[in-house]
């Protein structure tokens, strides 16, 4: 059964919004002479970022290692596929939003075409068909409309953001198809599979991390930021190549004739 927003949910969007209003107040008044610019949060930043590493390599890390050794490739395979597919469908609306016209029709059937034939999303069939994936997320819709990124900030056990995708992350999690399951015990393990597996999708890369990296959050901060900024940037240049071959298919004016 589905579910719509309750009064807690509300309330929890409200007290989002307000930290996200307290953090850019936060931004104003943390910035020194020596502050990153794209990081006047830092300090509190490094603090939050090393909490949530500790908690990452108690807890998180230790049950992803598990699931992945227990779990076979072929299954965890259909759960990434099934949380990815939940996640065109929350594209369909941002490409929308954002007036995409071949990424909303992909998305669309991209969802539709992995739904119906693919198990319910178990199957990535529209990637075998060569339909390409346009992920989008409230953030980059902001993005598309010209909010500018803000600070960088850790928010506990969430992670990596800046002020704009923190307020975008309160739009996508009324977006979540999950949050809408009426039956709490199976929402609450929805979700959970879907952190576990994500995380054991990353084991390698937090490997390369530790042993690449001289400074674990500046690096996690500069990828994070240049994904983003990346993001970004590739849905202008779609947008710029899907107006240059629409001009190209355009028939040429005839000449005079004289």
Not at 46 to 65: G, Y
Not at 128 to 157: C, N, S
Request: glycine share 8%.
């Amino acid at each position: 059964m589905m579910r719509y927003p309750t009064n807690k949910q509300h309330a929890r969007t409200w007290m989002l919004a307000s930290t996200l209003g307290l953090a850019a107040a936060l931004t104003g008044c943390a910035s020194g002479p020596g502050a990153n610019p794209r990081d006047p949060l830092e300090p509190y930043n490094r603090a939050m970022f090393r909490f949530n590493d500790a908690v990452d390599s108690a807890v998180l890390e230790p049950v992803a290692t598990g699931y992945r050794d227990v779990t076979p490739t072929v299954v965890r395979t259909a759960v990434t596929n099934f949380f990815a597919n939940l996640g065109d469908l929350w594209s369909v609306v941002n490409n929308a939003l954002q007036l995409k016209g071949e990424g909303t029709y992909n998305s669309v059937v991209r969802f539709t075409t992995n739904t119906v034939f693919g198990l319910g999303g178990l199957i990535d069939v529209a990637s075998e068909m060569d339909i390409e994936r346009h992920k989008q997320d409230f953030g980059l819709t902001m993005a598309r409309y010209g909010m500018p990124a803000g600070a960088y900030i850790v928010w506990p056990l969430l992670g990596p953001s800046t002020i704009r995708d923190s307020a975008g992350m309160v739009v996508d999690w009324q977006g979540n198809v999950v949050s809408y399951v009426n039956d709490v015990p199976v929402r609450n393990s929805l979700t959970g599979l879907r952190i576990v597996n994500t995380r054991a999708n990353l084991l390698g890369t937090t490997s390369l991390v530790q042993s690449a990296a001289l400074d674990k959050y500046s690096f996690t901060r500069d990828a994070y930021l240049q994904l983003r900024e990346n993001a970004t940037r590739a849905g202008d240049e779609e947008d710029e190549t899907q107006w240059m071959n629409e001009s190209a298919a355009e028939p040429a004016p005839q000449g005079s004739g004289k």
